[in-house]
Structures are given as C-alpha cells and as structure tokens.
C-alpha cells in the first residue's frame, strides 16, 4: 500500500510531541504517533485505497481521504475495527441537513456529539453504563469521539480564533460520544436507530449538534409523575437557548425509563407529551432579545410576535425532540441530561460494516 501523505520524523517521543504542538496537530491534548504500520493498518481493515475521497470538511474544505482520516484516528489512539464508525460519523456531519460549516464556525460554539446504537454497542465494547458520557476507560468511547475531534480541527480546520469563531466554546470538542444502553440490558424503550428509520438489526450513529448540555434531576418515581414531568419541561424551556424550535435530546437514565415505561408511557406517548407542553409564551421569549434570526425556526417564525399570549414551541414537533436511554442507574434524584441543538440538525447513518 503506498501512503501519499508527507513524512515528518521525530528521534523520539519527546521530539515527536514537540512537534504535534509547534505544527498545531493537536487541540492541546497529546496524541500518539500516526506511523505507516498503524495508518496501513487502518486503511487496510477497512478495506478502501488510502486516496479515496470521503469528503470535503469545512470550514477550511480539507480533503478528508481514508488516509487522512486514518492518521487521525491513530493519533487519537483508535484500534482499526473503530474505522467504519468514524467514516460513518464524518459522513454524517457532512450531510447537508447537519449544516457542518455553521457547526464548525458559529460564535455558538456547539460540538458535535456521536450516539452510537445497535449491535455495535456490545461489540465493541462501548460504555453505556455510569460515566456513559466520559470514557471511563472504555477505549471506543474515548478514542473514536476523540478521533471525530481530530478530523475537525486538522482536516476541516475548526479552530477557534481562526476559522471557529466560537466565543466561549464547548468542552464537547476534545471528545464527545455516548452510546445507547441496548434491550438486552436495561433498555425498554424502541432502540434511537429504530426510532430515526432503521432496523433493530442495524448499528448506526447519529450525530447531533449541540450547544447546550445540562444535568437535571427530575425524581422520576420518587415524586408525582406531573412533578417529574414539570421539572423535565421546565428545563428544557429555560430562556438561555430559547431563540428557535430547535432539535432537543434528553437522555434518560434507565431506571426512569424503565419506571415509565411500566407505567404504561412508552417512548414516543412520553415524547409526545413533553412535545406538547414544551412551550413558552412570546412575552417570555421576546426578552431573550430576538437573537440568532437566521435559524430556519426562529422564534418568531413559528409564533405571531405580536401576541405576547402566544405560545413558542420548543421544538417543531415529534420528530425533533429525540430520546435516548443511557447512562448508569441512577439515585433517587433520577439523573438525566437534556441537551439543546444549535443550526442544524440531527443526522443518523447506518454503519454499513460487519465485525463478524
């Protein structure tokens, strides 16, 4: 196989880190040496020639060949049967619905986050249990969201105070990737790749663009369930990132899941219900200052601004406000996360691999 790429050398692994820092490799953590035996290995599992072009990344439109992206995958430490998820996901962010160069660039500064589903969950050995958004020495979770991190910032160039005008940023964009927790183990809820199209059979990611991650704690089945409910949807309402009817996903822990789902509230009936009551009247949002106009869904898109008893929905209707069971099992307090999506919107592709 011959690589195209040029070669640096480093005597050692000091002078290589050197290196990595004074070329800008690197977001500022450190990274492993991409050297030719582990990027032909990477490019040879996958089974695709090292010029093919997956895409072109914006902002900085680099050319994002196996190649490259198998250099960084290997700086982020990945194993070669991690290659078809990472493709997957990069090709994910470039379809047009995820708007990718407004995620990249836009003051906002939102990260893109991989939810890994399906089979390739146990498989690989995810972590989908406490920590589910950390690593915790779960090596795929780490190293695959670190490697979708790296292919941003050397291949299309989103870095901040050049091409990424981010004001404050998003401490998503060193690694950021959750799986979900499978049937088998927890799960009572349709799987989120079936729920976005696909077969229960199938192993996909969905990347999502998010500006906004918060823990809540909605007691769910240690108070009323109206309770819970109102805790949930006045979370997600809050003013803060209330400019549009954008894309939410809440993540639950299995344990509420599981309490609602006995219940009698399956997935989407509980969707549909926070739908419903996920709004805020215009006199509310209007002090928000009527920012960010060119989302597609301002709120004065889907509103009438001149009535202050107006409701603004947060969202535009079931199919963006997306539920997601993870996470580790929760104490009374029902841990769970919420989190807002900024310009474009999810997408999920099917990872069209075997690792039989």
Same mark, same amino acid.
């Given at each position: 196989?011959?690589?195209?790429?040029?070669?640096?050398?480093?005597?050692?692994?000091?002078?290589?880190?050197?290196?990595?820092?004074?070329?800008?490799?690197?977001?500022?953590?450190?990274?492993?040496?991409? %050297?030719?035996?582990? $990027?032909?290995?990477?490019?040879?599992?996958?089974?695709?020639?090292?010029? *093919?072009?997956?895409?072109?990344?914006?902002?900085?439109?680099?050319?994002?060949? /196996?190649?490259?992206?198998?250099?960084?995958?290997?700086?982020?430490?990945?194993?070669?049967?991690?290659?078809?998820?990472?493709?997957?996901?990069?090709?994910?962010?470039?379809?047009?619905?995820?708007?990718?160069?407004?995620?990249?660039? %836009?003051?906002?500064?939102?990260?893109?986050? &991989?939810?890994?589903?399906?089979?390739?969950?146990?498989?690989?050995?995810?972590?989908?249990?406490?920590?589910?958004? %950390?690593?915790?020495? =779960?090596?795929?979770?780490?190293?695959?969201?670190?490697?979708?991190?790296?292919?941003?910032?050397?291949?299309?160039?989103?870095?901040?105070?050049? @091409?990424?005008?981010?004001?404050?940023?998003?401490?998503?964009?060193?690694?950021?990737?959750? &799986? *979900?927790?499978?049937?088998?183990?927890?799960?009572?809820? *349709?799987?989120? =790749?079936?729920?976005?199209?696909?077969?229960? *059979?199938?192993?996909?990611?969905?990347?999502?663009? /998010? $500006?906004? =991650?918060?823990?809540?704690?909605?007691?769910?089945?240690?108070?009323?369930?109206?309770?819970?409910?109102?805790?949930?949807?006045?979370?997600?309402?809050?003013?803060?990132?209330?400019?549009?009817?954008?894309?939410?996903?809440? $993540?639950?822990?299995?344990?509420?899941?599981?309490?609602?789902?006995?219940?009698?509230?399956?997935? &989407?009936?509980?969707?549909?219900?926070?739908?419903?009551?996920?709004?805020?009247?215009?006199?509310?949002?209007?002090?928000?200052?009527? @920012?960010?106009?060119?989302?597609?869904?301002?709120?004065?898109? /889907?509103?009438?601004?001149?009535?202050?008893?107006?409701?603004?929905?947060?969202?535009?209707?079931?199919?963006?406000? =997306?539920? @997601?069971?993870?996470?580790?099992?929760?104490?009374?307090?029902?841990?769970?996360?919420?989190?807002?999506?900024?310009?474009?919107?999810?997408? %999920?592709?099917?990872?069209?691999?075997?690792?039989?």
């Amino acid at each position: 196989m011959q690589l195209t790429s040029k070669i640096y050398e480093a005597a050692d692994m000091s002078e290589f880190v050197e290196m990595v820092y004074e070329r800008g490799w690197t977001d500022g953590l450190p990274v492993f040496p991409p %050297t030719d035996d582990k $990027v032909i290995a990477m490019v040879d599992y996958i089974g695709r020639g090292p010029g *093919e072009v997956i895409g072109v990344v914006p902002p900085g439109e680099g050319i994002a060949t /196996v190649e490259k992206i198998a250099i960084n995958a290997v700086m982020a430490g990945c194993k070669p049967e991690y290659m078809p998820i990472i493709v997957t996901a990069l090709q994910a962010m470039l379809d047009p619905a995820f708007e990718l160069l407004r995620v990249q660039a %836009t003051t906002a500064g939102p990260a893109p986050l &991989a939810i890994i589903s399906g089979p390739v969950v146990k498989k690989l050995g995810f972590n989908y249990g406490s920590g589910a958004f %950390t690593g915790t020495g =779960h090596r795929p979770n780490s190293t695959i969201g670190r490697a979708i991190r790296l292919i941003l910032w050397n291949i299309g160039y989103g870095r901040p105070g050049q @091409l990424s005008q981010a004001t404050m940023g998003h401490p998503g964009r060193y690694a950021y990737l959750i &799986a *979900e927790r499978p049937p088998d183990d927890g799960n009572p809820w *349709e799987e989120f =790749h079936v729920t976005n199209g696909l077969k229960s *059979e199938d192993s996909a990611v969905s990347m999502f663009p /998010v $500006v906004t =991650h918060d823990q809540i704690t909605p007691a769910i089945g240690t108070q009323t369930f109206e309770n819970s409910v109102y805790v949930m949807v006045d979370s997600i309402c809050h003013l803060g990132n209330f400019r549009a009817a954008s894309q939410k996903l809440l $993540v639950l822990n299995p344990q509420g899941a599981g309490i609602l789902n006995d219940a009698g509230w399956a997935k &989407a009936k509980f969707r549909d219900l926070l739908v419903e009551r996920c709004a805020r009247p215009v006199r509310d949002v209007k002090r928000t200052g009527g @920012l960010s106009t060119t989302y597609k869904t301002h709120w004065t898109k /889907v509103a009438d601004a001149n009535d202050d008893d107006a409701m603004v929905p947060a969202v535009v209707g079931p199919r963006d406000l =997306h539920i @997601l069971v993870s996470g580790g099992w929760g104490s009374a307090s029902s841990q769970s996360i919420w989190i807002n999506s900024v310009h474009g919107e999810m997408v %999920t592709r099917k990872i069209d691999w075997s690792w039989e």
